[in-house]
């Protein structure tokens, strides 16, 4: 079998499965519009103030909720014994580790892609402000998604893992977290958005070449 | 030796050779220098009590773990192709999800390992087990005994003369399923298959003398 097909073979099966726990798959964009319009109820409808914290809010909620599903991303595969028939088979770990990384964007990075402009208008950001948010979002949560999987990986069959996974990746996040809201910051400024986004795209060449490849390594040492 | 190889002979040739193999489990040692063979067409039944580490021997065969010492040595005649895995290995867990119907779990496992399955394939082998009229409830709705049954169903799948790498396969199976599951294994060794299992209930084999390990007399 060519390899490409074992990610698309992954990806598939993983869609299904959570379009067979929807609960559990709209979990993190519904925990995302929640969270971030607490905001404005607690801090008080002073537009402008909530104009100049929105990036940060959005940005902040699409770290928690992004990691809100990790604890389930390599466990549940584990429990049952799938995990050891996929690394049994001839395919290389880390198709493996990008899939399920990938998978995990679809179901928690690209809908809150696709809701962050309504919110964004919510917060009554700029247009310029929403789309250079929502341009930053595509580029920083799939770095969410792999630095995700990593902690999942490496807390596997650890007992409070879900914990552990928050401690060992928030860290890891934050460079996403101070560029992307960064550059909403710099748009708002007057100034251009494209330093802070070309930093957040390098970082996610970085993570997607060497994110898969530490989570492949991770996962062999918890099947052994 | 190539030449031998070449030509059918029901001599066997060594599959898998296992040298002074010493697996650690914490501070304790399993085994400091274990040494075996399979050969093609053998069942290798793996005994001894609870905790003297038949599982781990077992997964280090397949290369889920690694010993601390020792080597394996594959013969890579007919069964190291590119394509499909070098064993099938079967373990305590399924590998089912349970969210997946029976048909689909099935059609999953044989794509991860290189078969392309269709549907009819797929449904001979669980007829094979008499679990296909399960074929399209979730797994999770099974029973403990049907949801071995699937995963075995895999065996029925097989064709080529490889190793399968058996973990307590009888657990939770009913009567009728011992026997089906081995007829199956009489049927894989009669085409020059290799098995190497853990049970802990006595094969009942056609026309093959059971080679035996007992992992309680070894030297530790």
Not at chain 1, 121 to 137: E, N, P, S
Not at chain 2, 188 to 205: D, F, K, N, W, Y
């Amino acid at each position: 079998m060519m390899s490409h097909n074992i990610m698309t073979l992954l990806i598939r099966r993983d869609l299904r499965l959570a379009s067979r726990r929807r609960t559990d798959a709209f979990l993190p964009v519904v925990f995302f519009v929640v969270a971030t319009s607490l905001f404005p109820l607690g801090i008080g409808p002073e537009t402008n103030t909530l104009r100049q914290i929105a990036p940060g809010i959005m940005w902040v909620c699409a770290l928690l909720s992004a990691m809100l599903s990790l604890n389930t991303l390599y466990a549940s595969d584990h429990a049952d014994g799938s995990l050891e028939q996929l690394m049994l088979s001839t395919h290389s770990l880390f198709l493996i580790a990008a899939s399920k990384a990938l998978t995990h964007w679809l179901i928690t990075g690209l809908p809150l892609i696709l809701i962050s402009p309504v919110l964004g208008i919510l917060f009554d950001m700029h247009l310029q402000a929403v789309a250079t948010l929502t341009l930053g979002l595509l580029l920083g949560t799939p770095i969410l998604s792999l630095l995700g999987g990593l902690g999942a990986a490496l807390t596997l069959g650890v007992r409070n893992g879900g914990v552990l996974i928050l401690l060992l990746i928030l860290p890891l996040c934050i460079p996403v977290l101070i560029f992307g809201a960064g550059a909403v910051s710099a748009v708002d400024a007057g100034l251009s958005p494209r330093a802070h986004l070309s930093l957040i795209g390098a970082f996610l060449l970085l993570t997607s070449l060497g994110a898969p490849l530490a989570t492949a390594s991770a996962l062999r040492i918890a099947e052994a | 030796m190539l030449a031998l190889d070449m030509t059918f002979n029901p001599a066997p040739t060594t599959l898998l050779q296992a040298s002074e193999l010493a697996l650690q489990r914490g501070d304790a040692w399993l085994f400091k220098n274990l040494s075996f063979h399979v050969s093609s067409g053998q069942i290798l039944w793996l005994r001894g009590q609870n905790g003297r580490g038949k599982t781990s021997l077992l997964r280090v065969l397949v290369g889920l773990a690694q010993p601390e010492r020792g080597t394996l040595a594959w013969s890579n005649s007919n069964l190291a192709n590119e394509s499909s895995s070098k064993a099938v290995y079967i373990g305590h867990a399924n590998g089912l999800k349970d969210e997946l119907t029976v048909l689909e779990s099935l059609q999953f496992l044989a794509r991860v390992h290189g078969h392309t399955l269709t549907q009819t394939v797929a449904l001979a082998a669980l007829r094979h087990l008499h679990i296909d009229h399960c074929c399209n409830r979730l797994v999770r709705t099974l029973s403990q005994g049907q949801q071995r049954r699937v995963a075995l169903a895999r065996l029925a799948l097989e064709t080529t003369p490889n190793l399968w790498v058996l973990d307590e396969p009888f657990d939770t199976l009913d009567a009728e399923g011992v026997r089906i599951v081995n007829h199956l294994l009489s049927e894989h060794l009669a085409r020059q298959g290799s098995v190497v299992l853990t049970s802990h209930i006595p094969l009942e084999l056609m026309n093959t003398k059971v080679q035996q390990l007992n992992l309680d007399e070894v030297n530790r």
